[in-house]
């Protein structure tokens, strides 16, 4: 968080938390909320927040005055014994992501349970969730649970071979869970988890669909994307000598910002390039344009004129 008494302002941070603020004095500094996945405030002063400028705020989450909050962003794992038992009375759990059970739920002993995004627990637990859960704002996914089980959660932006989801060396009990951007490269031919659950972006190959699809539930977007393609991230231009040096015909999967430059011949982008898997944006020369759009087999985003004022 800022210096609240040297700016007044609050931005670009995940979550503001305020549960502990006692006072509407303690906002005084405050001028405004910019750029905040969510702030957590005492429901007392949910009122003096409301007079405060918000833009780009994520959600507003009062949690009850005097409580002892607990907050969390990102992915929280916990056993359905720390559910159980948190040690007080006056326990508030706010989870700002995604929250993973790893064993059956007994009882909640949490005075709120507060998630903004998912939960993933054991079947069996659905009617102990269904009451310890004060607010949900998401989804709540089951799995079948085993002894010795695990659950594993990759987070962030990672590119995963094929063979990466064989499991090898776990059980076929285990449980995926990814969040963010997962990039799945190369045909996947068996997978060694229950169940994968996503959160964000997943991008796989298209030709794995029938091995995928039944193992996959979540929420976010999913992008199938076809052939063996050579697979790009981030912001890249691709200049007439990239294109020259590729001796057989590829395929390219684009996952970000990019641009190809001016000295591209048209001729030339249709003979490197059989296919474009588009998960972002694509800049190109007017006169590009058609043979773009013709080897886009897949576009999850924008194709657009380079230098043009409505570009994305």
């Not at 007044?8 to 305020?18: M, Q, S």
């Not at 929280?76 to 948190?86: Q, R």
């Not at 193992?215 to 231009?237: K, M």
Request: charged fraction near 15%; glycine fraction near 12%; aromatic fraction near 6%.
């Amino acid at each position: 968080m800022t210096d609240l008494q040297a700016t007044g302002v609050v931005e670009n941070v995940p979550v503001l938390d305020l549960s502990h603020t006692t006072w509407e004095e303690d906002l005084a500094g405050i001028d405004r909320i910019a750029n905040v996945g969510a702030v957590v405030v005492p429901e007392n002063l949910a009122h003096a927040l409301a007079r405060i400028s918000m833009q780009n705020v994520g959600a507003v989450v009062p949690v009850p005055t005097g409580a002892h909050v607990r907050v969390h962003t990102g992915t929280m794992t916990l056993g359905g014994d720390a559910l159980a038992d948190p040690g007080g009375d006056n326990e508030v759990l706010v989870v700002i992501g995604g929250l993973l059970i790893t064993s059956p739920l007994t009882r909640i002993g949490y005075r709120e349970v507060i998630v903004i995004g998912t939960v993933l627990a054991p079947r069996g637990s659905e009617s102990v969730l269904g009451a310890g859960l004060t607010r949900m704002t998401g989804m709540v996914h089951y799995y079948r649970y085993a002894e010795g089980q695990q659950l594993r959660p990759l987070t962030g932006q990672q590119t995963l071979s094929g063979s990466t989801l064989a499991n090898q060396g776990g059980s076929p009990d285990d449980v995926l869970v990814v969040t963010g951007q997962t990039i799945v490269t190369g045909q996947v031919t068996a997978v060694g988890f229950q169940q994968i659950y996503y959160t964000g972006e997943v991008i796989v190959p298209r030709d794995s669909e029938s091995v995928l699809a039944p193992l996959l539930a979540g929420a976010g977007q999913l992008v199938w994307y076809d052939g063996s393609p050579r697979c790009f991230l981030g912001d890249e231009t691709f200049g007439r000598g990239f294109f020259e040096l590729v001796d057989e015909p590829l395929g390219l999967l684009l996952v970000g910002s990019f641009r190809i430059d001016d000295d591209v011949p048209a001729g030339l982008l249709r003979d490197k390039v059989t296919s474009i898997s588009l998960v972002g944006s694509l800049a190109a020369p007017k006169e590009l344009i058609p043979v773009v759009q013709l080897l886009a087999t897949a576009k999850y985003g924008d194709i657009s004129v380079a230098g043009d004022d409505t570009e994305h």
